[in-house]
């Protein structure tokens, strides 16, 4: 049931065991209407810990734990803290994300409208050197700061606010449907949900340390992608062989002029840091290319899991304050 002092429920999924001490946390705790909000911390246990560490997580009125058992996904733990948000609306935001002051307050104005998903606007929480502007670009580049107030074609998955009313007018598709709109960021448009961007709803995504992770995340990301959309859809051994030639010769150009669409909708494009950043932009773009590639011709064969670990546990990097 919904408490009716709770306007706001921040979703957040993490396997850190010291979450509820990091500087996410502390922004989250910080919001300007943090009395009329929640932080549900859905927790994956990497081991075992005393009753102790548990006990010195799990306070403040407006910050519930839910622990997960292991072999769990991402997916499940993303439904699992929906199904427990008491606030109208609910926001998902990664735990390596820090929102600024007023993130939740301007949530809160641009669902006013009903059937509307709405995306933050995103800056780089990462040290700023060329890797890190690079991943920044290729991760967040389409939705960075400035970003244009209005209605969007994508939004990333990860990152997302819903009503959640709207969300439960799906639940005659509750086992395929809502699993989709949380994973794919393009479905909530097909079930007559509009996507719509919030700029001054504004996060500062923190990048994996190390750009091995980064690699495998895009990789098994689009094995997934590719995978999942290929038995969603039922596809044709022709139409999935189609696809794959096509997907590594085109998608990664096409990413790449997106975000120099979006950039030139700003009133003063970084394009010298852009132009610097394409060549390593390209590559990410190119390995996920790749991954989708073999899925649409193998399927995921269960990396979903592996890529699971990597957004859970990988090192991230934030800027030294």
């Not at 999924?13 to 990091?22: A, L, V, Y």
């Not at 996410?24 to 910080?30: D, H, I, N, P, V």
């Not at 059937?115 to 933050?120: D, M, S």
């Not at 990410?284 to 990597?310: M, N, P």
Request: glycine share 6%.
């Amino acid at each position: 049931m919904t408490d009716k002092r709770l306007v706001l429920s921040a979703i957040v999924i993490t396997g850190n065991e010291k979450f509820t001490r990091s500087e996410s946390a502390e922004a989250l705790k910080s919001q300007s209407i943090a009395d009329e909000m929640e932080i549900i911390i859905v927790k994956f246990q990497s081991s075992a810990k005393s009753s102790e560490a548990e006990a010195e997580t799990a306070t403040g009125p407006f910050i519930r734990e839910i622990r997960m058992e292991k072999g769990q996904t991402l997916i499940e733990a993303r439904l699992t803290g929906l199904r427990q948000a008491r606030g109208a609306i609910v926001a998902f935001i990664e735990d390596h994300c820090v929102p600024d002051p007023d993130w939740a307050e301007w949530l809160i104005e641009a669902h006013r409208k009903p059937n509307r998903a709405i995306g933050y606007a995103f800056t780089s929480g990462s040290p700023d050197t060329l890797l890190y502007r690079s991943i920044f670009f290729a991760e967040y580049g389409l939705w960075s700061h400035p970003a244009v107030e209005g209605p969007i074609k994508i939004l990333p998955g990860n990152n997302i606010s819903y009503r959640k009313k709207d969300l439960w007018a799906l639940r005659k598709i509750y086992n395929t449907g809502l699993k989709e709109i949380l994973f794919f960021p393009e479905k909530p448009q097909q079930y007559g949900l509009k996507l719509f961007m919030e700029p001054k709803a504004k996060v500062a995504h923190q990048s994996c340390k190390y750009l091995k992770d980064v690699y495998l995340a895009h990789f098994y990301f689009g094995r997934v992608l590719g995978a999942a959309r290929a038995k969603g859809g039922q596809w044709s051994n022709t139409r999935r062989t189609l696809y794959a030639m096509s997907v590594p010769l085109f998608v990664p150009t096409l990413q790449v002029y997106r975000i120099c669409l979006h950039l030139r909708k700003q009133l003063r494009p970084p394009w010298t840091f852009f132009l610097t950043s394409i060549p390593l932009v390209f590559c990410l773009f190119q390995v996920g290319a790749f991954g989708e590639f073999l899925g649409y011709i193998l399927g995921s064969c269960s990396v979903e899991r592996t890529l699971d670990k990597i957004e859970i546990h990988a090192p991230r990097i934030g800027l030294k304050r």
